[in-house]
C-alpha cells in the first residue's frame, strides 16, 4: 500500500501546485477556469479475512490474513462541453495476486457528439454485465465481493480492461423507456500477476508472461416503463496468445526446456435484470461462457472448457447510513484447478461446482470512511481456490467471513 499512498501524495501535491502557480488577473483566469472542472478523487481499502475449509483467493484465510488492500487516484476533467478525459491510477495486493504493482487502471478521451452517439478511446472498461465497469469502485457497491461467478477478483487484469475504442449512444423507444448501447473493440491482456498466470505456474508449471490478443463485444440495456426496472445483455469474444510461454525441463514429461504457443479463446454472453425502487435493490445475471485452448494451433484438449453461473442478489437500505443484503451465486463448469481435466463434467463431483451464498452489512460512517462485513458459505471448489496455498487439497465447504474498512475522497 505504501505504493498507493505515494502516488496520492504526488497527485495530490501536483494538483495543489498547479491551482498554485495559475496566479491572479485576467491573463490566469483560463487556467484558473480550467483547474476548477478538474475533478481528483482515490479511495483506499483495507481487508481482514478468517476462514475455514479452504484457502481462498490465494489469501492464507483459515490463520486470517490482512493481505488484502486496495486502492486508486483519478483525475478528469471536461475539455469542451462535448469532451471529457480522465486518467486512473490503481494498485491491489490481494494474497500472491496483484502484488502491489502500481498501474494505469483506465485513461481516455470520450467525445459525445448527441445523445445517441459517443465516441470513447484509450484504456477503457469493457461494459459487460451490470457492474463489470464499476467492478473496481469498492465504495459504489455494497458488497465486499461481487458474485464471483460473473465477476471474478482473480481475473481482474483480463475482465476490465481494454485498449482500444468504443461507440455509445442513449435512445429513447416509442414503446416507452430508452436503450443504452455501447459497442467496443481493442486489444484485451492477461498480466504476469493474474489468477490465470499464477494457475498455469502452479497447475503446469508453465510461465505465462502475458497473453494478449484481439478482442470486441457490446452491452444493451432497455430501462422499461416499469419504473426501476432494467434488462440487458451483453457479449464479448477474446483471443489471446503467448508466443513465448516457458514450461521448464523439471516440470514436464520431456525433460527438457519447452516454448509453447498458449493461444487462449473466451466467448461470454451475460443475460442482466435490475430493479431499484426506494430503499430496495434486487438484481440477477446469468453467463455463459466456452473456452477454446491450442498449442501452435493445435487443441489441448477433445473438447473445450466452459464455464455456466448465474446469481440473484437483493440488498434494502435500513437507514441513510445502513445497508444489509444477500446474494446466491452458482456456477458450473469443466474443472481445471483440482482435476487437471478439462474435459470432463460431473454435475455431482465437488471440482465442478460452487455455490456461494452471502450475507452482507454496511455502515457509511460519514462521506469520508465506511465499512463492510460480509460473510460466505461456499460449497464446492470449482473456482478461486489455488494448489499453492491449498497443498493438501480441497475440502467441500468454505466458511469466510471478511471485515473491510474504505476511505474515499
Same mark, same amino acid.
Request: proline share 4%; with cysteine.
Given at each position: *500500500? %505504501?505504493?498507493?499512498?505515494?502516488?496520492?501524495?504526488?497527485?495530490?501535491?501536483?494538483?495543489?501546485?498547479? =491551482?498554485?502557480?495559475?496566479?491572479?488577473?485576467?491573463?490566469?483566469?483560463?487556467?484558473?477556469?480550467?483547474?476548477?472542472?478538474?475533478?481528483? &478523487?482515490?479511495?483506499?481499502?483495507?481487508?481482514?479475512? #478468517?476462514?475455514?475449509?479452504?484457502?481462498?483467493?490465494?489469501? +492464507?484465510?483459515?490463520?486470517?490474513?490482512?493481505?488484502?488492500?486496495?486502492?486508486?487516484?483519478?483525475?478528469?476533467?471536461?475539455?469542451?462541453?462535448?469532451?471529457?478525459?480522465?486518467?486512473?491510477? &490503481?494498485?491491489?495486493? *490481494?494474497?500472491?495476486?496483484?502484488?502491489?504493482?502500481? *498501474?494505469?487502471?483506465?485513461?481516455?478521451? +470520450?467525445?459525445?457528439?448527441?445523445?445517441?452517439?459517443?465516441?470513447?478511446?484509450?484504456?477503457?472498461?469493457?461494459? *459487460?454485465?451490470?457492474?463489470?465497469?464499476?467492478?473496481?469502485?469498492?465504495? @459504489? &457497491?455494497?458488497?465486499?465481493?461481487?458474485?464471483?461467478?460473473?465477476?471474478?477478483?482473480?481475473?481482474?487484469?483480463?475482465?476490465?480492461? @481494454?485498449?482500444?475504442?468504443? $461507440? #455509445?449512444?442513449?435512445?429513447?423507444?416509442?414503446?416507452?423507456?430508452?436503450?443504452?448501447?455501447?459497442?467496443?473493440?481493442? /486489444?484485451?491482456?492477461?498480466?504476469?500477476?493474474?489468477?490465470?498466470?499464477?494457475?498455469?505456474?502452479?497447475?503446469?508449471?508453465?510461465? $505465462?508472461?502475458?497473453?494478449?490478443?484481439?478482442?470486441?463485444?457490446?452491452?444493451?440495456?432497455?430501462?422499461?416503463?416499469?419504473?426501476?426496472?432494467?434488462?440487458?445483455?451483453?457479449?464479448?469474444?477474446?483471443?489471446?496468445?503467448?508466443? %513465448?510461454?516457458?514450461?521448464?525441463?523439471?516440470?514436464?514429461?520431456?525433460?527438457?526446456?519447452? @516454448?509453447?504457443?498458449?493461444?487462449?479463446?473466451?466467448?461470454? /454472453? $451475460? #443475460?442482466?435484470?435490475?430493479?431499484?425502487?426506494?430503499?430496495?435493490?434486487?438484481?440477477?445475471?446469468?453467463?455463459?461462457?466456452?473456452?477454446? =485452448?491450442?498449442?501452435?494451433?493445435?487443441?489441448?484438449?477433445?473438447?473445450?472448457?466452459?464455464? %455456466?453461473?448465474?446469481?440473484?442478489?437483493?440488498?434494502?437500505?435500513?437507514?441513510?447510513?445502513?445497508?444489509?443484503?444477500?446474494?446466491?451465486?452458482?456456477?458450473?463448469?469443466?474443472?481445471?484447478?483440482?482435476?487437471?481435466?478439462?474435459?470432463?463434467? +460431473?454435475?455431482?463431483?465437488?471440482?465442478?461446482?460452487?455455490?456461494?451464498?452471502?450475507?452482507?452489512?454496511?455502515?457509511? $460512517?460519514?462521506?469520508?470512511?465506511?465499512?463492510?462485513?460480509?460473510? %460466505?458459505?461456499?460449497?464446492?471448489?470449482?473456482?478461486?481456490?489455488?494448489?499453492?496455498?491449498?497443498?493438501?487439497?480441497?475440502?467441500?465447504?468454505?466458511?469466510?467471513?471478511?471485515?473491510?474498512?474504505?476511505?474515499?475522497?
Amino acid at each position: *500500500m %505504501h505504493r498507493i499512498l505515494a502516488a496520492t501524495i504526488l497527485f495530490s501535491a501536483s494538483i495543489a501546485m498547479a =491551482v498554485d502557480t495559475g496566479g491572479d488577473g485576467a491573463d490566469s483566469a483560463p487556467a484558473n477556469a480550467f483547474w476548477h472542472r478538474l475533478q481528483f &478523487h482515490g479511495n483506499l481499502d483495507q481487508s481482514v479475512v #478468517y476462514g475455514s475449509g479452504n484457502n481462498y483467493l490465494t489469501m +492464507d484465510t483459515n490463520d486470517g490474513t490482512a493481505k488484502w488492500s486496495e486502492g486508486s487516484v483519478n483525475l478528469s476533467a471536461p475539455i469542451t462541453e462535448n469532451l471529457h478525459a480522465g486518467i486512473q491510477l &490503481h494498485s491491489y495486493m *490481494m494474497g500472491q495476486l496483484g502484488r502491489g504493482n502500481l *498501474m494505469v487502471d483506465w485513461a481516455y478521451g +470520450d467525445y459525445r457528439v448527441k445523445s445517441w452517439l459517443g465516441f470513447r478511446c484509450g484504456k477503457i472498461k469493457a461494459p *459487460m454485465g451490470l457492474f463489470n465497469d464499476t467492478s473496481d469502485t469498492d465504495v @459504489v &457497491h455494497n458488497w465486499v465481493l461481487l458474485p464471483q461467478g460473473m465477476y471474478e477478483a482473480e481475473y481482474r487484469s483480463y475482465n476490465i480492461p @481494454v485498449v482500444g475504442g468504443e $461507440i #455509445y449512444g442513449n435512445v429513447k423507444l416509442p414503446v416507452g423507456g430508452d436503450v443504452t448501447y455501447q459497442l467496443f473493440g481493442g /486489444q484485451r491482456s492477461i498480466a504476469s500477476n493474474d489468477g490465470g498466470s499464477l494457475l498455469s505456474q502452479q497447475l503446469y508449471g508453465i510461465a $505465462i508472461s502475458t497473453e494478449s490478443g484481439y478482442t470486441y463485444g457490446g452491452d444493451t440495456k432497455w430501462r422499461t416503463p416499469i419504473k426501476g426496472f432494467t434488462a440487458g445483455v451483453s457479449f464479448d469474444d477474446s483471443r489471446l496468445i503467448d508466443p %513465448h510461454a516457458l514450461w521448464p525441463a523439471n516440470a514436464n514429461p520431456y525433460g527438457v526446456p519447452l @516454448v509453447l504457443a498458449i493461444d487462449l479463446a473466451i466467448s461470454r /454472453q $451475460i #443475460y442482466s435484470v435490475e430493479y431499484q425502487r426506494g430503499k430496495l435493490e434486487l438484481a440477477a445475471e446469468g453467463k455463459i461462457e466456452p473456452h477454446w =485452448v491450442a498449442n501452435n494451433g493445435v487443441p489441448v484438449l477433445p473438447t473445450g472448457s466452459w464455464r %455456466h453461473a448465474w446469481y440473484a442478489m437483493g440488498a434494502y437500505h435500513l437507514t441513510g447510513k445502513l445497508t444489509a443484503g444477500s446474494y446466491f451465486c452458482r456456477t458450473t463448469g469443466t474443472s481445471f484447478v483440482a482435476t487437471f481435466s478439462w474435459a470432463s463434467y +460431473d454435475p455431482s463431483n465437488p471440482n465442478y461446482y460452487s455455490s456461494d451464498t452471502v450475507a452482507n452489512a454496511r455502515y457509511d $460512517i460519514n462521506r469520508f470512511f465506511y465499512v463492510k462485513l460480509e460473510g %460466505h458459505y461456499i460449497d464446492g471448489n470449482l473456482a478461486a481456490f489455488y494448489p499453492g496455498t491449498n497443498p493438501n487439497g480441497l475440502q467441500k465447504i468454505t466458511r469466510l467471513g471478511i471485515a473491510r474498512v474504505g476511505f474515499v475522497f
